[in-house]
């Protein structure tokens, strides 16, 4: 049910851009704006299952977390997922809800698929750019499926789809999707 939900908001989304445009006209910056339930479920899906997991830092002094003393020169590893299924952060977090990004969205440095502070990602907004422009593409002209629905996914060292990800597409006329 919540999945249907979610492909129903987001096709309306995108279908609304579609609509919007003659065809053969190329997506726009203003449109990508409007994407916005579009990124909230891909910034559901980094939550669940982030691309990167983790990365490393130095301590610059000495402190102490979680009862842990941590000395000045340390070399720290934080983990991505530890924070995106924290049920004190993310109620309920194994469950695929898009709607925690409306709004305000989680607090600052809880939903870190990026990283955070000055060494975060600086690919950010162009990761975010391709990723829509991507996702637009792709089912304004296709009817898509997966070949393995139930595919895992691995760490090696960035997450991937251990059999890499085939999908069966079906090219869909322009009449199929106005
Ligand atoms: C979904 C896509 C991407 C994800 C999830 C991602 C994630 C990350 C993460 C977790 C870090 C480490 C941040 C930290 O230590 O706080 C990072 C660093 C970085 N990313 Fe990305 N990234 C993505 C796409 C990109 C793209 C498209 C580019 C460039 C076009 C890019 C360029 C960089 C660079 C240059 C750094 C190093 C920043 C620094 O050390 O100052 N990333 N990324």
Redesign the pocket.
């Known amino acids: 049910m919540i999945r249907i939900n979610v492909e129903v908001i987001f096709m309306t989304e995108q279908l609304e851009i579609i609509r919007g445009k003659e065809v053969g006209q190329l997506l726009q910056w203003e449109d990508v704006q409007k994407m916005k339930y579009s990124w909230n479920v891909v910034c559901e899906v980094?939550r669940l299952s982030?691309?990167?997991s983790?990365?490393?830092?130095e301590a610059i002094k000495d402190f102490t977390y979680a009862d842990y003393n941590i000395p000045k020169g340390w070399k720290l590893h934080?983990n991505?997922n530890s924070s995106h299924k924290d049920p004190t952060i993310f109620s309920d977090p194994e469950t695929f809800d898009a709607s925690r990004f409306e709004g305000a969205g989680p607090t600052p440095f809880a939903y870190?698929?990026?990283?955070?502070?000055?060494?975060?990602?600086?690919?950010?907004e162009?990761?975010k750019l391709?990723?829509l422009v991507f996702m637009h593409n792709i089912v304004k002209r296709f009817k898509w499926e997966l070949v393995i629905p139930d595919e895992k996914l691995k760490y090696d060292p960035m997450l991937e789809p251990v059999k890499g990800l085939e999908i069966r597409l079906h090219p869909l006329v322009h009449s199929q999707i106005t």
């Open positions: 980094m982030p691309p990167v983790g990365a490393y830092r934080w991505t870190v698929p990026f990283g955070g502070g000055p060494r975060m990602c600086l690919g950010q162009f990761a391709e990723i």
